[in-house]
């Protein structure tokens, strides 16, 4: 079993729809948890971090952890094409150096 | 700010001979540098952590004689592939942090190079 599961997709939905994306985890001690954006061929960008459960706002962009479920969510609201990515989740435990990534899901926003 | 240059962006090489990929922070000091792989529609897989001066930390799995790396300073990390085959061929990525006081999570992402083997 990985240590972090996440459906790689692809996830096609039109243009303002809401977007959810999930990954589950199987490691107690992540306590940083992450969501990165990366476009085709080129390197991951972060877009949020949340440290330990709760949510956490970011413009369109809201993070979601649920610690006793081990279930981490990334909402996007008023989805744009723009956002037609690869959306990777990682996480890390406090004090460690090792980002562990899920499989990302490829999400197209289709006008 | 925090950015992190690859170079090169894509590279050929055939079948036997070794390439180097290099990986600079422009505008900081990282104490650590990453490197990872990412084959078509997987993720990344971390190879081995680097501390400037010192040797690097690979994954299990990982053959430390085949992928070389070297951080001898503290904007710059490189990975030579020797020996390279068809198999080594994928998408080499590298992060950096900046400081040990850095959050753990806080790695900033190099473009990345595509490495083909022929």
């Known amino acids: 079993q990985k240590e972090v599961e996440q459906d790689p997709g692809p996830l096609s939905v039109p243009e303002g729809a809401i977007v959810s994306l999930n990954c589950t985890y199987s490691?107690?001690?992540?306590?940083?948890f992450m969501w990165y954006r990366q476009y085709s061929r080129k390197g991951p960008e972060l877009l949020m971090y949340?440290?330990?459960?709760g949510n956490k706002e970011d413009g369109r962009f809201t993070a979601q952890v649920d610690k006793s479920s081990k279930y981490i969510s990334l909402f996007i609201r008023d989805s744009q094409p723009s956002d037609s990515a690869t959306y990777l989740c990682?996480?890390?435990?406090?004090?460690?150096?090792?980002?562990?990534f899920g499989q990302g899901t490829r999400l197209t926003i289709n006008p | 700010g925090a950015v992190v240059s690859q170079h090169p962006s894509w590279v050929i090489c055939k079948s036997g001979t070794s390439v180097k990929i290099e990986c600079r922070s422009l505008?900081?000091?990282?104490?650590?540098m990453f490197w990872y792989r990412q084959f078509p529609k997987q993720s990344l897989m971390l190879m081995a952590t680097?501390?400037?001066?010192?040797?690097?930390?690979?994954e299990q799995g990982v053959e430390k004689d085949k992928f070389l790396i070297n951080h001898a300073s503290l904007t710059l990390s490189t990975l030579t592939v020797t020996s390279a085959h068809p198999e080594d061929s994928s998408f080499y990525i590298c992060?950096?942090?900046?400081?040990?006081?850095?959050?753990?999570?806080?790695?900033?992402f190099g473009p990345g190079t595509r490495l083909t083997v022929t």
């Open positions: 680097s501390n400037e001066g010192s040797k690097a930390t690979y």
């Open positions: 992060s950096a942090r900046e400081g040990d006081r850095a959050p753990s999570y806080e790695q900033y």
């Open positions: 490691n107690s001690a992540f306590q940083y």
């Open positions: 990682a996480m890390i435990i406090q004090g460690a150096q090792k980002l562990v």
């Open positions: 949340t440290y330990s459960s």
């Open positions: 505008d900081f000091q990282a104490t650590t």
